[in-house]
């Protein structure tokens, strides 16, 4: 060891006593110069390793990990004075060199070019590139195959310590901007910018957390641990709720595993250049071969096929001593990618040596820079993870892992200014230590929180009185057959009032039927928790009086949305609803739930529908006012793995790779607060995204149920329809309201999303970066004979329209509807074509047509 210290040692000696002769040689020798200098990416700032640096005739050096280069050249020994500087990936740089200058400093900025790599690599002739009989190629495999010795779960145990930081900053702020008298307030945050951390770039830090951690991982049985040991964020205060966003920024932002064949990052999946099949998407170049550590390394190069697809440029470094790790790595986003807003995304990973010579991730900085346009202003993130004090095959106690796989301690969030000094292992910025301040001071102005205030109404349609908020705005107005035009107003209490009890209610009139609506419900907390927030623990009451279309969800606070408002064909059949419902609900952290319920339900046909019996003779009809029940009922759902971004009024689940498991059980009980009915309605739901690397991904809904006992139609399983000219994901799209009806049936959605893997390989299309998607829904089921009218004479009658019946049983054959659709036209407009295959001898239906989804998405 002391001897490869002293070699160490000696070679820097060496190096730096070169660098000084070269410079006293430049300037004893006339038409000799000494360069250095910094090399970036002209659109990020961050610094580019491994570029060549030469003039034409002469040997040229490559820049160090930190973009940097020293060059000697004698004028004698050039062809010209260019001084040129390629990298895979880059548009080649030059710049005229004046040798009668002997110290000269260039910096110089590459762009990125969308040639393809074999193009812009130095050689005579131009080669086609191919896998067959690639070295390069070759190597990647022998990582691939050797991918399992790599990773974490090649030890029987390990334990490291990890400190972990996020930022945001408002990148390139207006000058002009800052320089707004509505600002003038605001200038202690405006005027932390730094201009140091990334070249080219002013970043103004507006968010900032920092964890520190104790990890623990085994393999058998395989289980993990995290202790957070330390915790710390930016607070703003009620209108943003900081756990919502570093739940959100950790789904975009993620930890990155470079052994996983798919790398997700903002909300899409990156294949892995190590992929299994990452031979067939990338394209591979050897580069240089190193020594490092007493290992040779080799600088392995690579780029996308197509620049489009959800793919990574960049470098990766391997060792050559029979594990083939990878020993560093940069990621890049390429030129042109189907990510929105996305202007720049640099990845860097560093692998440690191990005692057994295996390596292990060190320190991975990922950044990713947004914008509406390539210069202006835009959103900088950067998280950054560094683990150190690896201890691995060491025992660890199974008491370790009792528990939740991530724990806090009490004391994280009390951490003082001496814990980050010891466990910080990535130095704060200037501006970023004075974040924490800035924000707090922020959060305490009335201007920022009326302005919070206004941007919360703009967005999501609540605006603040007091302790209430008032809304949602897209209910205020709308209109429907039965109602005509309807006015509604309403609103919520907030956790100014109470953390525990919460209070929401609306009163709407119809100005066709004259009549008023309402809706009202209380809400305790049992675990001193906002409702909202995961996990919830409460118990609710809740009346409402209003109309319903049938076989629709109720959705208390959207329902009556005025862009839903504009339907298609007949749809004048609705219900007057009497619901009163008492509610319990319980979340587990393993994010099992409970919920039981008791409710009495009245319902009372409105517009043209109606609750008719046969009277015994025909022609006659017996008509009934309402039908009522009285239920019981228990959900139990499991959602292992989900993720939530939270505010202090709701939440959004957000998307990842594990199913969702859902099952009901209601009980109908005749005279529990008047009911009609005995019955057993049973319901189970599976959700899965199947996430499929390039190819996209498909979102598939599988739901069943079987209600058994003898009900009248209201009662029976109704189909979600939509007559809408929305497109509604859990929806039939082009199945009428009230079409079908069934007391047993079987259904299964599935959208598949293509992320623009056609789209990207066609000239035109992947300027667009529009994206393909396409649908299939199909549902199957039937009625039994003491539930069918059209067999039990004795049951309630189905609907007509203009004298002919418009519900029906489901037969033989399932209802079948099918698309195909383009997403993301102006980043947020989905267009789809639907066609429906089945039943079409049914009146007043629609075979095809076009429908619309507003949906933001990178």
Not at 94 to 104: A, E, L, M, R
Not at 678 to 700: C, E, M, P, W
């Amino acid at each position: 060891m002391s001897f490869k210290i002293k070699l160490r040692s000696l070679l820097l000696f060496i190096v730096c006593l070169l660098v000084s002769i070269g410079g006293l040689w430049a300037q004893d020798h006339p038409g000799s110069v000494v360069i250095k200098g910094l090399v970036t990416d002209a659109t990020s700032g961050a610094p580019i390793a491994n570029v060549s640096v030469f003039f034409s005739g002469s040997a040229g050096v490559m820049t160090d990990s930190t973009g940097h280069y020293t060059l000697f050249a004698a004028r004698r020994f050039v062809k010209d004075n260019h001084l040129k500087f390629i990298y895979v990936g880059y548009k080649t740089g030059s710049i005229d060199v004046n040798f009668d200058v002997p110290k000269q400093t260039i910096d110089m900025q590459l762009e990125e070019s969308g040639h393809a790599l074999a193009d812009v690599v130095v050689k005579n002739h131009k080669e086609r590139y191919r896998n067959r009989d690639n070295p390069a190629v070759a190597l990647i495999r022998k990582v691939i195959e050797h991918k399992d010795e790599n990773r974490m779960n090649a030890f029987e145990t390990a334990s490291y310590k990890q400190y972990e930081k996020m930022t945001v900053s408002v990148s390139n702020f207006s000058e002009k901007l800052k320089s707004k008298k509505a600002l003038k307030k605001y200038q202690f945050l405006l005027n932390n910018v730094d201009t140091t951390k990334v070249k080219g770039k002013s970043l103004l830090p507006i968010y900032l957390e920092e964890t520190s951690s104790n990890n623990y991982f085994r393999s058998h049985p395989k289980d993990e641990k995290k202790v957070i040991t330390g915790a710390r964020k930016v607070d703003f205060g009620e209108f943003i709720d900081t756990k919502g966003v570093t739940k959100y920024l950790g789904s975009l932002y993620a930890a990155i595993d470079i052994y996983e064949n798919n790398i997700t990052l903002l909300s899409n999946q990156f294949l892995s250049p190590i992929a299994g099949s990452a031979p067939t998407f990338y394209k591979f170049y050897i580069r240089d071969t190193v020594e490092r550590d007493g290992i040779k390394i080799v600088h392995l190069a690579f780029s996308p096929r197509n620049p489009q697809d959800m793919l990574f440029r960049g470098n990766l470094d391997i060792t050559l001593d029979g594990h083939y790790a990878v020993q560093r790595a940069r990621l890049f986003s390429p030129i042109g990618i189907n990510v929105n807003f996305l202007r720049a995304m640099n990845i860097s990973l560093d692998f440690v040596k191990t005692d057994n010579g295996r390596y292990l991730l060190t320190k991975s900085d990922m950044m990713a820079d947004f914008g509406l346009s390539k210069k202006g202003m835009g959103l900088y993130g950067e998280r950054v993870i560094s683990f150190s004090d690896f201890k691995t095959d060491q025992p660890l106690a199974d008491s370790i892992f009792k528990g939740s796989q991530v724990v806090q301690k009490d004391s994280a969030d009390a951490r003082n200014a001496q814990f980050w000094a010891l466990h910080r292992t990535d130095t704060l910025t200037t501006a970023e230590s004075k974040t924490y301040m800035n924000i707090d001071s922020l959060k305490n102005m009335k201007s920022f929180k009326r302005t919070m205030d206004w941007i919360t109404f703009i967005f999501a349609g609540y605006k603040q009185v007091g302790p209430a908020e008032i809304g949602p705005a897209n209910t205020f107005y709308s209109f429907n057959p039965v109602e005509g035009f309807r006015l509604r107003a309403g609103g919520r209490t907030t956790t100014r009032l109470s953390d525990r009890i919460f209070f929401e209610g609306y009163g709407a009139y119809g100005f066709k039927d004259q009549k008023f609506k309402y809706f009202g419900s209380a809400t305790y907390s049992l675990n001193d928790k906002s409702i909202y927030k995961f996990p919830q623990n409460y118990i609710s009451v809740s009346y409402q009086h209003d109309t319903k279309i049938p076989g629709q969800e109720l959705q208390f606070v959207q329902e009556d949305n005025f862009f839903l408002s504009f339907k298609r064909g007949n749809n004048d059949k609705w219900l007057y609803n009497d619901y009163f419902n008492i509610n319990y609900k319980r979340e587990f952290e393993n994010h099992f739930s409970y919920e039981f319920n008791a409710r009495y339900w009245k319902q009372s046909p409105a517009g043209s529908l109606d609750f008719n019996y046969n009277g015994g003779q025909p022609g006659l009809l017996r008509a009934v006012d309402h039908v009522t029940t009285g239920e019981v009922g228990l959900t139990l759902r499991y959602a292992p793995g989900e993720v939530y971004y939270q505010t202090k009024l709701y939440r959004i689940p957000l998307i990842n790779k594990y199913p969702i498991f859902q099952l009901r059980y209601t009980a109908g009980i005749k005279g529990l607060f008047g009911g009609e009915y005995n019955y057993n309605n049973f319901q189970a739901n599976i959700f899965k995204r199947f996430y499929l690397s390039q190819f996209g991904f498909t979102d598939v809904t599988v739901d069943g149920g079987y209600i058994a006992g003898k009900v009248p139609y209201p009662l029976l399983s109704l189909p979600r329809a939509n007559q809408t000219y929305a497109y509604q994901l859990n929806s039939y799209n082009l199945m009428n309201f009230m079409e079908f009806a069934s007391d047993h049936y079987v259904s299964i959605m599935a959208d598949h999303y293509f992320n623009g893997f056609f789209f990207n390989k066609i000239p035109l299309l992947k300027r667009l970066k529009w994206r393909e998607v396409i649908e299939g829904k199909a549902l199957f089921g039937g009625l039994r004979d003491e539930n069918n009218p059209m067999v039990n004479q004795d049951q309630m009658r189905f609907p007509y329209t203009d004298g002919m019946m418009s519900t029906f049983a489901l037969q033989n054959d399932p209802y079948f509807e099918a698309g195909f659709g383009i997403t993301n036209i102006f980043k947020i407009l989905r267009v789809d074509y639907v066609r429906r295959f089945t039943y079409l001898e049914h009146s007043d239906i629609a075979k095809w047509g076009i429908r619309f989804r507003i949906k933001f998405d990178f």
